[in-house]
């Protein structure tokens, strides 16, 4: 089953503080589509080591959108960079594609 983007650790980590969550909230609205933007450019010029630093921050944002198994592909994805393996980027672009949107409806 595809895992679905959700707020519910933003909900649990904010404990009913609206103002916190709208930050919160606001804060993945501003850096998901910049931080898919850097990808696409550090994939396109072949640069892994900047490509595995935008994965490593991207990652985090996946476990806090509850997307677990998303995030172990972006594991997997972010020591095969280390290796110059970039074989899952298409995977891991979907996955930008799925969250850029998402926040798009936020």
Do not use: W
Not at 39 to 52: A, I
Not at 81 to 90: E, I, R, T, W, Y
């Amino acid at each position: 089953m595809k895992q679905q983007p959700n707020l519910v650790y933003i909900k649990e980590l904010s404990a009913g503080d609206l103002a916190f969550e709208q930050k919160f909230i606001n804060v993945l609205k501003e850096e998901i589509p910049l931080e898919k933007e850097e990808y696409l450019k550090s994939v396109r010029e072949q640069n892994f080591k900047r490509t595995g630093d935008l994965v490593h921050k991207v990652k985090h944002k996946l476990s806090i959108l509850g997307l677990t198994e998303d995030y172990k592909l972006a594991v997997s994805f972010e020591a095969a960079l280390n290796q110059k393996d970039d074989a899952l980027k298409d995977n891991f672009s979907a996955i930008l594609d799925k969250i850029d949107t998402y926040c798009k409806t936020l």
